[in-house]
C-alpha cells in the first residue's frame, strides 16, 4: 500500500458505526468520508432514488482528491446504490445485476434452484393485488408469505390459513409500495431476464414453511476467489417468529457450518458476485439433516460487527474495507477478550400500538456501562413516541432496544444480557381515546 491515506467513502455514514471504523487495525491509512447520512438514505418514508444518486454524485466529483473506494454496511437503497455509483467511478464492487439477484427475493430463488434445488424451498410469486391472488398459490399450509424486496422481516408473515393470509394481504397492500416503488427504479436499470415476467418489487414470495438451527455464514469473493470469516447463528425468540440474539461463533455443528459455505459458494458464483461481501442465511432441519437457504444479504452485516470485535479482536469492516480496495483483508480470529458474544434484540411483544411512557434514563444506563464496560446499549423506543413510528419492524413486535453483550463463556454471556435488562425499563400506555390505530 502506498503511503498516502486512501479516501474511502461510506454510503449511509453515522458516528456510531464510524466508531467500528476507526478500530479497525490500519486504520490510520485510511481517511473516511460520509457519502449521503445514514439518515438521508436509510429507514426513510420516501425513497428518491435518482435524487439521492445525484446526490452523491455530485460529492464524489466535488472531491478534492482520489476516490478509493466506496463501502456500505446497510440494505435498502445503500446496496444497489453503491453498485451503481461503483460502476460509474470505476470502483470495485459488485455488479448492480448481481446485487438485484441477491436482493430480489424470486430471482434469487431461481438463481438458487439452479445450483442447489435440494436446499431451495417451494416457492411462487403472488400479486396481492391481485383478487384472485389466493386461488394462485401454489403452495400448502403452513407458508411464509414476504415482499419481494424487504428487510428486517418487514411485512413477513407466516401464513397458517385463508384467514391469515387474507388479513396479511390487506396490510401488506396499504404498505408494500413504499419500498417495492423505489426497488423497481433499480431494476429498470438491468436487463431483466424472461422468467421473471412481471414479478416485480410490488410482489411477494410465498415460500414453504421451514424451520430449524438458523445461522448465517459471512464472507466475500474477491478477484474470483471465495472467502468465509465466520458464522453467525441467528437465534429466534419464544414466539418462533421474531429474532433475539445474533450470537458468534456459531454453534451449529462444523459439518453443518462447512455443507453451508459449500452451497453459498455455488449460488454466489452463479449469481456472478464478486468484489464484495455477503452473508447468507440457512436453516439446518436437524431432524432430517437438511439446509435450506432463506436469503443472500449481498453486504457485511452491521449486526455483527460488535460480535466480530469482541471474539476475533476485529469488526468485519476490516474485510469491507479491504474488499472494496482490492487488497486482502488481515482477518485474524479468536484474538479478542471474549469467546462469545451477541448483539440482542429486546422487544416487546404485541401487534398493538401504544405510547412509550417510561424508557431508560441517564443514571441506569450510566451504572450498567459501569457494571458492564464492554456492553453497549442503543435505545430504540424514545420516550412520548407511539411504537408505530420505530421504523420497519415485523409483524409480531417491536424492538425497544440493541445489546451488545459479550462472555468468556456463553452462561456468562446469556446471564449478563438478563442482568442488564434490569437496568432497561420500559412501560406504555394505550392510545389516547379517538386515536387507536
Same mark, same amino acid.
Given at each position: 500500500?502506498?503511503?498516502?491515506?486512501?479516501?474511502?467513502?461510506?454510503?449511509?455514514?453515522?458516528?456510531?458505526?464510524?466508531?467500528?471504523?476507526?478500530?479497525?487495525?490500519?486504520?490510520?491509512?485510511?481517511?473516511?468520508?460520509?457519502?449521503?447520512?445514514?439518515?438521508?438514505?436509510?429507514?426513510?418514508?420516501?425513497?428518491?432514488?435518482?435524487?439521492?444518486?445525484?446526490?452523491?454524485?455530485?460529492?464524489?466529483?466535488?472531491?478534492?482528491?482520489?476516490?478509493?473506494?466506496?463501502?456500505?454496511?446497510?440494505?435498502?437503497?445503500?446496496?444497489?446504490?453503491?453498485?451503481?455509483?461503483?460502476?460509474?467511478?470505476?470502483?470495485?464492487?459488485?455488479?448492480?445485476?448481481?446485487?438485484?439477484?441477491?436482493?430480489?427475493?424470486?430471482?434469487?430463488?431461481?438463481?438458487?434452484? =439452479?445450483?442447489?434445488?435440494?436446499?431451495?424451498? %417451494?416457492?411462487?410469486? /403472488?400479486?396481492?393485488?391481485?383478487?384472485?391472488?389466493? *386461488? $394462485?398459490?401454489?403452495?400448502?399450509?403452513?407458508?411464509?408469505?414476504?415482499?419481494?424486496?424487504?428487510?428486517?422481516?418487514?411485512?413477513?408473515?407466516?401464513?397458517?390459513?385463508?384467514?391469515?393470509?387474507?388479513?396479511?394481504?390487506?396490510?401488506?397492500?396499504?404498505?408494500?409500495?413504499?419500498?417495492?416503488?423505489?426497488?423497481?427504479?433499480?431494476?429498470?436499470?438491468?436487463?431483466?431476464?424472461?422468467?421473471?415476467?412481471?414479478?416485480?418489487?410490488?410482489?411477494?414470495?410465498?415460500?414453504?414453511?421451514?424451520?430449524?438451527?438458523?445461522? =448465517?455464514?459471512?464472507?466475500?469473493?474477491?478477484? %474470483?476467489?471465495?472467502? /468465509?470469516?465466520?458464522?453467525?447463528?441467528?437465534?429466534? *425468540? $419464544?414466539?418462533?417468529?421474531?429474532?433475539?440474539?445474533?450470537?458468534?461463533?456459531?454453534?451449529?455443528?462444523?459439518?453443518?457450518?462447512?455443507?453451508?459455505i459449500e452451497m453459498a459458494e455455488k449460488v454466489l458464483r452463479q449469481i456472478g458476485f464478486d468484489n464484495g461481501c455477503f452473508n447468507m442465511e440457512f436453516f439446518w432441519d436437524e431432524d432430517k439433516d437438511a439446509l435450506w437457504i432463506i436469503e443472500i444479504n449481498p453486504r457485511i452485516s452491521q449486526s455483527h460487527s460488535y460480535q466480530f470485535e469482541m471474539v476475533d479482536g476485529m469488526s468485519n469492516h476490516e474485510v469491507a474495507v479491504h474488499v472494496a480496495l482490492g487488497d486482502t483483508p488481515q482477518f485474524q480470529h479468536r484474538a479478542g477478550p471474549y469467546k462469545h458474544a451477541a448483539k440482542f434484540l429486546l422487544r416487546h411483544y404485541t401487534q398493538q400500538d401504544a405510547v412509550v411512557v417510561l424508557t431508560p434514563d441517564a443514571d441506569q444506563l450510566l451504572r450498567l456501562a459501569e457494571s458492564q464496560p464492554d456492553t453497549e446499549v442503543v435505545v430504540k423506543a424514545q420516550q412520548g413516541m407511539r411504537l408505530s413510528q420505530l421504523p420497519d419492524q415485523d409483524p409480531y413486535s417491536y424492538v425497544l432496544a440493541e445489546v451488545n453483550v459479550a462472555g468468556k463463556t456463553q452462561h456468562e454471556m446469556l446471564q449478563r444480557y438478563r442482568q442488564a435488562i434490569k437496568e432497561l425499563p420500559f412501560e406504555f400506555s394505550p392510545l389516547p381515546a379517538g386515536e387507536e390505530t
Open positions: 500500500m502506498d503511503q498516502r491515506q486512501k479516501n474511502i467513502f461510506v454510503l449511509g455514514y453515522d458516528e456510531r458505526h464510524a466508531q467500528d471504523l476507526v478500530k479497525i487495525p490500519d486504520a490510520d491509512a485510511f481517511c473516511f468520508h460520509p457519502l449521503l447520512r445514514t439518515d438521508e438514505i436509510i429507514h426513510q418514508q420516501n425513497f428518491y432514488i435518482d435524487d439521492k444518486l445525484e446526490e452523491a454524485r455530485n460529492v464524489l466529483r466535488g472531491f478534492d482528491g482520489t476516490v478509493d473506494a466506496i463501502i456500505c454496511h446497510w440494505d435498502f437503497p445503500a446496496m444497489p446504490m453503491a453498485a451503481i455509483l461503483c460502476a460509474e467511478f470505476d470502483l470495485l464492487s459488485p455488479s448492480l445485476e448481481a446485487v438485484l439477484k441477491c436482493s430480489h427475493k424470486y430471482w434469487s430463488r431461481l438463481e438458487q434452484q =439452479a445450483v442447489v434445488p435440494e436446499a431451495t424451498p %417451494g416457492f411462487c410469486a /403472488v400479486d396481492p393485488f391481485d383478487e384472485n391472488a389466493l *386461488d $394462485k398459490i401454489t403452495l400448502n399450509y403452513p407458508f411464509w408469505i414476504k415482499p419481494i424486496k424487504g428487510y428486517g422481516s418487514t411485512l413477513g408473515f407466516r401464513i397458517n390459513n385463508t384467514r391469515d393470509l387474507h388479513h396479511a394481504l390487506e396490510i401488506i397492500k396499504q404498505k408494500i409500495r413504499r419500498i417495492g416503488d423505489p426497488f423497481n427504479t433499480f431494476l429498470e436499470k438491468v436487463n431483466l431476464p424472461p422468467e421473471l415476467g412481471n414479478v416485480d418489487g410490488n410482489y411477494l414470495i410465498a415460500e414453504n414453511f421451514v424451520n430449524g438451527w438458523e445461522f =448465517a455464514p459471512e464472507g466475500y469473493v474477491q478477484h %474470483g476467489e471465495f472467502h /468465509v470469516h465466520g458464522v453467525v447463528d441467528m437465534v429466534r *425468540d $419464544k414466539n418462533h417468529k421474531s429474532f433475539l440474539r445474533y450470537e458468534y461463533p456459531s454453534q451449529a455443528p462444523r459439518r453443518i457450518q462447512d455443507r453451508a
